[in-house]
């Protein structure tokens, strides 16, 4: 199976991505985390991302706030799949990270989840992933199953409560 790698812009991201991490984890993908910096770190950030495909990522996500360079300088070095999450900042509650995100250059497309939304990136990555993974496929179907289980419960619970 192919992993999923992390990149946050800051440790500071943790947060957003451990929702990621976790939900990679039930669905036993193999991922990597690391901390690279489209601004502090970029030759960092580019040599992981121009070896990525060898060493056997199949899909990256990339985590930053504010300005949030860090998904798009990572996709400018591969042609794998990146995910970005746009992380919730302290001046404009994320936006400025959602715009950066989403607004890439025609030829350097990246897949954008909403703010803080690491479990929605773990899921995209998975679904990707799951094309050639039939097992992982099942999981996910599990998974959906499950979900679909626990909202009709709370459905049940509130008509019995009114």
Known sequence: MKKIGIVMGSDSDLPVIQKATDLLKKL??????????????PEQARAFAVSARENGFGVLIAAAGMAAHLAGAIAANT??????????????????????????????????????NGANAALLAAEILSIEDPALANRLQQKRTQ????????????AARL
């Open 28 to 41: 036993e993908i193999p991922f990597e985390v690391h901390v690279y910096s489209a601004h502090r770190t």
């Open 147 to 158: 979900d679909t289980a626990a909202v009709l419960e709370k459905d049940a619970g509130i």
């Open 79 to 116: 042609t794998l799949p990146v995910i970005g999450i746009p992380c919730k900042g302290p001046v404009l509650d994320g936006m400025d990270a959602l715009l950066s995100t989403v607004q890439m250059p025609s030829g350097i497309p990246v897949a954008t989840v909403g703010i803080n």
